[in-house]
C-alpha cells in the first residue's frame, strides 16, 4: 500500500478541521454543483428511484455515457457490453486492477500519481513501477517510459489532466505511450475524471490513438466535473471483453448503488457543454488567483494546465522538506495544503519540496488563505 493506513488527504482534512485551518489539501469544491443537477437528483429521489440499480448501472447512464463518449472524442462503446457505472472512478480503477493483474505482474504508472492505483495494485498482488516525471515540466520523456517497461508488465496506468501535477499530456506524449502499449501488448487504464476542468491544451482520451481502443480501459466521473465529489458515481468504458472482467469483481466490491444519483447523472451528461465550460472558466480564474498570491508570498509556482490543484516549490522560503511543512501550516499559517511527496514513489526525490495546493474553492475563501500565507511568510503569524 502506498500512503500507510490512513491516506494524506483524510489526515490532512482532519488537522485542518481540528486548527480551524482552511482546507487547501483534499480536493473537493466548497460550492454545489449546477441547480439543475441538485433538482434532478431530488426529482429521482422524490420519484421512487431508490432501490437496487442494473448491475451495470442505470440505462439512461449507460446511454448517455455513450452518447457522450461519442460526441465529444467520438469514441463509440456499445451501452449494453462495453459500460460499467462504479462507485466513482475510484472503485472502477480497483475492479479494472482486480480483474486484471495476476500476482507478480507490474503496472506502470506515471510518478507522482494519485494514491489508489498503487494500493490497488498491492491489493491485486501486482507490483507498481513508476514512469517519472520531473518537475517543474512534468513532461513524459521517452526514456522514463523505456525504464519502467520490462516483460514483466502488464498494464499501464495514465491520469490526464493529471493529479497532483495539473499537467495535461499532449498528443506527443500520448502517442508514446500508445506505441509502448502497442509494442508490448500491454493494456492501458485511463483516469480522466478531470477531463472537462482543462485551462490549457485540450483533452485527448488514449483510446482515440491508433490501435488503442480495442486496448484501453478509459475511466471517469461525475465528481468533478459537475462540483458533486461525494456522489461517488463513475464509470468505465472499453472492449466488452475488459468490462466484462471488471464487471465480474465490481459485483461483489458495491454490487450496484447509488439509483438516484446515476439519474442525475445521466441528466448531467446531456447539460449543454457551456455548463462544464463555465467551471472550467472560474477554476482558470481560481488558479490565477491562487497562483499570484503565492507568489507574492515567495512560493515559486509551478504551470497547472487542469484538475484542481497547483504545485508549489517552497525551498525560496528556507523549506525543504514540505511534508514537515504541510504539518506544521495549518498551525502556523492557519492553511492546509498537501506534500506532493505523498504522490511519490519516492518521497526524498524531485517532489520533496514541493506543496500541491487545491484553488477549488470560494473567491473568498481562496482570498483569506492568500491574506494567511503572506502573513505567514513575512513572519507576522
Ligand atoms: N482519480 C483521480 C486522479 C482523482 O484525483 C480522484 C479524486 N477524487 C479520483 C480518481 C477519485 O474519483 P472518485 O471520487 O470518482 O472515486
Ligand atoms: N482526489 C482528491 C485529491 O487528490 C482526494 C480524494 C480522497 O480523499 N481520496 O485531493
Known amino acids: ?25 483534499q480536493g473537493f469544491p466548497d460550492f454545489d454543483g449546477p441547480p439543475a443537477l441538485l433538482d434532478a437528483a431530488a426529482a429521482a429521489l422524490r420519484g421512487g428511484q431508490n432501490q437496487y440499480a442494473p448491475l451495470a448501472g442505470v440505462g439512461a447512464l449507460l446511454e448517455a455515457i455513450a452518447a457522450h463518449q461519442e460526441r465529444r472524442y467520438g469514441l463509440r462503446f456499445d451501452p449494453s457490453s462495453e459500460i460499467q457505472v462504479t462507485f466513482g472512478a475510484t472503485e472502477a480503477l480497483a475492479a479494472a486492477l482486480l480483474a486484471l493483474v495476476e500476482r507478480g505482474d507490474e503496472v506502470a504508472m506515471l510518478d507522482p500519481s494519485y ?4 494500493a490497488g495494485v498491492a491489493l491485486a498482488g501486482g507490483r507498481a513501477v513508476p514512469i517519472v516525471l520531473e518537475p517543474p515540466e512534468w513532461r513524459l520523456e521517452a526514456a522514463a517510459l523505456d525504464a519502467a517497461i520490462t516483460p514483466r508488465t502488464r498494464l499501464i496506468i495514465v491520469n490526464s489532466p493529471h493529479n497532483p501535477t495539473g499537467r ?10 500508445a506505441a509502448a502499449c502497442r509494442k508490448h501488448d500491454l493494456i492501458a487504464l485511463t483516469d480522466e475524471v478531470y477531463e472537462h476542468l482543462i485551462y490549457e ?64 447523472s445521466a441528466a448531467a451528461l446531456r447539460f449543454p457543454d457551456s455548463v462544464a465550460g463555465e467551471l472550467a472558466s472560474a477554476l482558470r480564474d481560481k488558479r490565477d488567483r491562487l497562483a499570484a498570491g503565492l507568489r507574492s508570498a515567495g512560493f515559486e509556482v509551478f504551470a497547472s494546465a487542469g484538475t484542481y490543484f497547483l504545485n508549489a516549490d517552497v525551498s525560496p522560503l528556507g523549506e525543504e522538506d514540505a511534508a514537515a511543512l ?23 526525490g524531485a517532489t520533496r519540496s514541493l506543496v500541491r495546493f487545491a484553488f477549488c474553492k470560494r473567491d473568498a475563501v481562496l482570498a483569506e488563505a492568500i491574506e494567511r500565507l503572506l502573513a505567514w511568510a513575512s513572519g507576522g503569524t
Open 168 to 177: 495535461v499530456l499532449d498528443r506527443a506524449e500520448l502517442e508514446l505511450l
Open 115 to 118: 494514491d489508489s492505483y498503487g
Open 201 to 264: 491544451g485540450e483533452h485527448i482520451p488514449l483510446a482515440t490513438l491508433p490501435g488503442m481502443a480495442e486496448r484501453t480501459i478509459t475511466v471517469s466521473g461525475i465528481g468533478k466535473t459537475h462540483s458533486v465529489t461525494g456522489w461517488k458515481i463513475g464509470w468505465a468504458c472499453g472492449p466488452a471483453e475488459l468490462i466484462t472482467r471488471v464487471r465480474a469483481v465490481k459485483q461483489y466490491l458495491s454490487f450496484a448503488g447509488g439509483t438516484p444519483l446515476q439519474h442525475a
Open 326 to 348: 504541510c504539518a506544521r501550516l495549518p498551525h502556523e499559517a492557519g492553511v492546509a495544503a498537501i506534500p506532493t511527496s505523498a504522490f511519490a514513489a519516492d518521497p526524498a
Open 1 to 25: 500500500m502506498t500512503s500507510g493506513p490512513t491516506t494524506i488527504f483524510t489526515t490532512m482534512t482532519a488537522l485542518a478541521e481540528a486548527t480551524g485551518a482552511i482546507n487547501l489539501g
